[in-house]
């Protein structure tokens, strides 16, 4: 993520802890795709202003390296484009100890969706950092 750090719009920052450690004693690759998804649907959600977004696609998974407890982890997501019903994200980890890439997700889809599940057109075809699409009521 360092390269690339003036593409990635959207950061947060996860502190390993024993709940998230396989029997290896790093990171359970399951807790980083959790946190990557629900990151991912947030910044949706904040991007199409729905509350209502689903999953649709992650591209290839390779972990290249790891955490271990006690460390923290930072997540990084950035819009790479607009369908008529979807978001398509570029999601980058890094350890923030050890600086060492974790893991690169080229392409994970979200989709906009109603009130019936069905996929619906969100209107917008570029980034905001305005928070006023987030409409809450």
Do not use: C
Not at 48 to 71: D, H, P, W
């Amino acid at each position: 993520m360092a390269d690339e750090d003036d593409e990635i719009t959207f950061r947060t920052r996860k502190w390993v802890r024993p709940e998230d450690l396989n029997p290896n004693g790093t990171l359970f690759g399951g807790s980083l795709l959790r946190w990557i998804d629900e990151e991912a649907a947030i910044y949706a959600i904040l991007q199409l202003g729905n509350g209502r977004v689903v999953t649709k696609y992650m591209s290839e998974i390779n972990f290249v390296s790891s955490a271990r407890q006690g460390e923290l982890v930072e997540m990084g997501l950035r819009a790479t484009a607009f369908g008529r019903t979807s978001i398509t994200l570029r999601a980058a980890v890094r350890n923030m100890i050890t600086r060492r890439n974790i893991l690169t997700i080229e392409k994970v889809v979200m989709v906009n969706v109603g009130e019936d599940g069905v996929p619906a057109p969100h209107g917008y075809t570029e980034i905001t950092y305005n928070r006023d699409r987030m409409h809450l009521d």
